[in-house]
């Protein structure tokens, strides 16, 4: 009686043993590099509408259920921005149209998340727009670029597909020289916010337009997702 007392403990333990392995394994199957470094990105939802009850609705539906913490950062108005304080600061024509209000202030408060990133003590900013259509896997693919964006020399990464890869840097982040006139969502280093900033006066172009010049100036380097992450 003993003895078979003893079997059954013994192959009580071996279960619980086994079940603790196979939790293990499963935690560390299901585990994202983001996971560990949540503490260490600031993620931006830029929203022009951030006063309309539905659209901050949707915006907290997207991210919740995906369990991200981030901010929504309102966007300055387009529609009281000063254009003699435009014209001020030297803006430009860009292929015989100059740039809109909108521009202007969607150019503005992307400067002004940068120096708040900047104040912050968080090692990544990523800034999207609140009409992005986030994809189920968008946490997973995200925390893959940032971990490969840690290990290179790179100031920031597109979340947007490159068309025409000119070199690959790692498994997640290519470099395409021409980045395109579209910046819907991208991630920055401190050091990337820093350069772009720096040369942000006078404003000659629209986001999208600025990130393509100052990259293939070399000012700043900025990579591209293998695959896009994000979905306009």
Known sequence: MIQ???IVIILVGITIISLMIYLTL???ENFSPLDSQLDNTDIFVVCKNCDDQYNASQIA????ILNINYRIYKQINGDIVDMKKLVFQGALKIRD???TNDDYACFASNVNIWQIFL???RTYCVVLNDKLNIPSDFKNKLARVIDDLSLTNLDGVML???T???AIITKNI???NNLGNWCEGYVLTKEGARKLINNTIPIVSTLGNYFNSMNSKGIVKIGKTVTSIIKN
């Open 119 to 121: 104040q912050s003590n």
């Open 26 to 28: 499963q935690q560390n």
């Open 97 to 99: 149209q100059k740039i």
């Open 164 to 166: 025409s890869p000119d």
């Open 61 to 64: 539906k997207k991210f919740d």
């Open 4 to 6: 078979n007392s003893s």
């Open 174 to 176: 290519v470099i395409e």
């Open 160 to 162: 947007t597909r490159a």
